[in-house]
C-alpha cells in the first residue's frame, strides 16, 4: 500500500481540488493507497470538506488534531497515522504537483528509500522568500552537524523503513526537514517546478518562518552556543593588549584623567555582547525546558478510516 500524508489548515476551498487531483493519479497507479489527511485545527469547513471527500472515496482517513499545532505536528500525526510500504508527504495547496507521484514510487521501486522532491523552479515563490530561505539554507547547511539538501521542501516519499527510524525520535519540538536529513538512508532526488497556490494564501507569516529558522538551526547545531567562547578569547586578548597599552602610557606620561568616552564604549559594548550571549543561551534552555515537559507532539480528537472495518476507529467523525 501507498500512504499519502497531507496536513490540512485552514485549506476548506483547496480540499476538493486536491482530491481532484490526486485520486485519479492514485488510482491509476494499481497500487492500493490511502490518503492521510490530517486537519491541523482548522476553523474553516475544511473537516466538512474532508469528511465528504471521504464519502467519495473512502481511501481518504481524516485524523482531526484538537486544535491547531502547525505543520510540523501535523506531519508528524499523518506519518504515525500511515499504514503504507511507501508514504508520501504533499502540501494540501498542489504546491507540489501530485502528477510526480508516479515518478517518486518509480524511484522508490528501483530500490531507493527516500525520494526527494527539489524546486528547481521556485518564481512562484516571491522573491523575499525565496532570498531568505537561500540565506537560511546556507548558514544552517554552514554549522549544522548533518546538512538539508536546499530547495526541497517537505514533498517526498519514504519507505516504511525510514517511516519507523522517524518514528523512533524522541523530540516535541520536530524540525521535519532536519529529522529527515538526520536519518539518511539511499536518497535520490527528482525536479520539479514549484506551482502558485490552488486556493487561499500561505499559512507562514515572516515571524513564523523566523521562529522557524531559528527551530531549525537550535535544533541541529551548538555552534551558536560555543561561538561565545571563542568571542571571549578574542575580546579577552584585545582588553589585554589595550590594559597594557594603558598601563605602559601611564606609568611614562602619568595619569591622564579623561577617557570618560572609551570607559563608556567599552562598558556598553561588553554589556551588548554578553546580552546576546544570554539571549543564545536562552533560545536553549527554553528548549531543553520544553523536552523535558514531555508533552506530546499532538492530540488527536477523532480518527476516521472511512470504510475499512479492520482500522481501529478512535471515534467515527460523524458523531463530533
Ligand atoms: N499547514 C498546517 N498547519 C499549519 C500551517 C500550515 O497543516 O499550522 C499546512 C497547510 O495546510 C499546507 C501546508 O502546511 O497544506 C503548507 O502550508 P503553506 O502552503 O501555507 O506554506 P507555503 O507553501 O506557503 O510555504
Ligand atoms: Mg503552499
Same mark, same amino acid.
Given at each position: 500500500?501507498?500512504?499519502?500524508?497531507?496536513?490540512?489548515?485552514?485549506?476548506?476551498?483547496?480540499?476538493?481540488?486536491?482530491?481532484?487531483?490526486?485520486?485519479?493519479?492514485?488510482?491509476?497507479?494499481?497500487?492500493?493507497?490511502?490518503?492521510?489527511?490530517?486537519?491541523?485545527?482548522?476553523?474553516?469547513?475544511?473537516?466538512?470538506?474532508?469528511?465528504?471527500?471521504?464519502?467519495?472515496?473512502?481511501?481518504?482517513?481524516?485524523?482531526?488534531?484538537?486544535?491547531?499545532?502547525?505543520?510540523?505536528?501535523?506531519?508528524?500525526?499523518?506519518?504515525?497515522?500511515?499504514?503504507?510500504?511507501?508514504?508520501?508527504?504533499?502540501?494540501?495547496?498542489?504546491?507540489?504537483?501530485?502528477?510526480?507521484?508516479?515518478?517518486?514510487?518509480?524511484?522508490?521501486?528501483?530500490?531507493?528509500?527516500?525520494?526527494?522532491?527539489?524546486?528547481?523552479?521556485?518564481?512562484?515563490?516571491?522573491?523575499?522568500?525565496?532570498? $531568505? @530561505?537561500? &540565506? +537560511?539554507?546556507?548558514?544552517?547547511?554552514? %554549522?549544522?552537524?548533518?546538512?538539508?539538501? =536546499?530547495? !526541497? *521542501?517537505?514533498?517526498?516519499?519514504?519507505?516504511?523503513?525510514?517511516?519507523?527510524?522517524?518514528?523512533?525520535?524522541?523530540?516535541?519540538?520536530?524540525?521535519?526537514?532536519?529529522?529527515?536529513?538526520?536519518?539518511?538512508?539511499?536518497?535520490?532526488?527528482?525536479?520539479?517546478?514549484?506551482?502558485?497556490?490552488?486556493?487561499?494564501?500561505?499559512?507562514?507569516?515572516?515571524?513564523?518562518?523566523?521562529?522557524?529558522?531559528?527551530?531549525?538551526?537550535?535544533?541541529?547545531?551548538?555552534?551558536?552556543?560555543?561561538?561565545?567562547?571563542?568571542?571571549?578569547?578574542?575580546?579577552?586578548?584585545?582588553?589585554?593588549?589595550?590594559?597594557?597599552?594603558?598601563?605602559?602610557?601611564?606609568?611614562?606620561?602619568?595619569?591622564?584623567?579623561?577617557?570618560?568616552?572609551?570607559?563608556? $564604549? @567599552?562598558? &556598553? +559594548?561588553?554589556?551588548?555582547?554578553?546580552? %546576546?550571549?544570554?539571549?543564545?543561551?536562552? =533560545?536553549? !534552555? *527554553?528548549?531543553?525546558?520544553?523536552?523535558?515537559?514531555?508533552?506530546?507532539?499532538?492530540?488527536?480528537?477523532?480518527?476516521?478510516?472511512?470504510?475499512?472495518?479492520?482500522?481501529?476507529?478512535?471515534?467515527?467523525?460523524?458523531?463530533?
Amino acid at each position: 500500500m501507498i500512504s499519502i500524508v497531507c496536513p490540512f489548515f485552514n485549506e476548506g476551498p483547496a480540499v476538493g481540488l486536491f482530491m481532484a487531483r490526486v485520486i485519479p493519479i492514485m488510482k491509476s497507479l494499481d497500487e492500493p493507497f490511502e490518503i492521510v489527511c490530517i486537519n491541523d485545527g482548522s476553523t474553516d469547513r475544511t473537516l466538512t470538506e474532508l469528511l465528504a471527500a471521504q464519502r467519495e472515496c473512502p481511501q481518504v482517513c481524516v485524523v482531526d488534531l484538537s486544535r491547531n499545532f502547525g505543520k510540523e505536528a501535523a506531519m508528524s500525526a499523518g506519518i504515525d497515522h500511515a499504514r503504507g510500504e511507501a508514504v508520501i508527504i504533499i502540501d494540501a495547496d498542489l504546491q507540489d504537483p501530485p502528477e510526480l507521484i508516479p515518478t517518486l514510487v518509480d524511484r522508490w521501486r528501483g530500490g531507493y528509500e527516500v525520494v526527494l522532491a527539489r524546486r528547481s523552479d521556485r518564481s512562484s515563490d516571491g522573491l523575499m522568500k525565496r532570498s $531568505t @530561505a537561500r &540565506l +537560511f539554507y546556507r548558514l544552517h547547511n554552514s %554549522i549544522a552537524d548533518y546538512p538539508i539538501p =536546499e530547495d !526541497i *521542501g517537505d514533498f517526498r516519499l519514504m519507505d516504511r523503513a525510514v517511516v519507523e527510524a522517524l518514528k523512533q525520535l524522541p523530540e516535541r519540538r520536530r524540525f521535519m526537514k532536519g529529522l529527515f536529513a538526520w536519518v539518511g538512508f539511499r536518497t535520490i532526488t527528482v525536479d520539479y517546478v514549484r506551482a502558485a497556490r490552488s486556493a487561499g494564501t500561505t499559512k507562514f507569516s515572516a515571524w513564523k518562518l523566523w521562529n522557524f529558522a531559528l527551530e531549525g538551526i537550535t535544533a541541529f547545531s551548538t555552534m551558536p552556543l560555543r561561538l561565545w567562547t571563542y568571542l571571549g578569547i578574542v575580546i579577552a586578548m584585545l582588553s589585554l593588549c589595550y590594559g597594557s597599552a594603558i598601563v605602559v602610557r601611564t606609568l611614562i606620561f602619568g595619569i591622564d584623567v579623561p577617557g570618560y568616552a572609551s570607559l563608556l $564604549t @567599552a562598558i &556598553l +559594548f561588553l554589556g551588548g555582547v554578553q546580552l %546576546i550571549g544570554l539571549g543564545v543561551l536562552g =533560545e536553549y !534552555i *527554553g528548549r531543553i525546558y520544553v523536552e523535558t515537559k514531555q508533552r506530546p507532539v499532538y492530540i488527536v480528537r477523532a480518527c476516521d478510516r472511512g470504510a475499512d472495518p479492520a482500522a481501529s476507529r478512535t471515534t467515527s467523525l460523524d458523531q463530533v
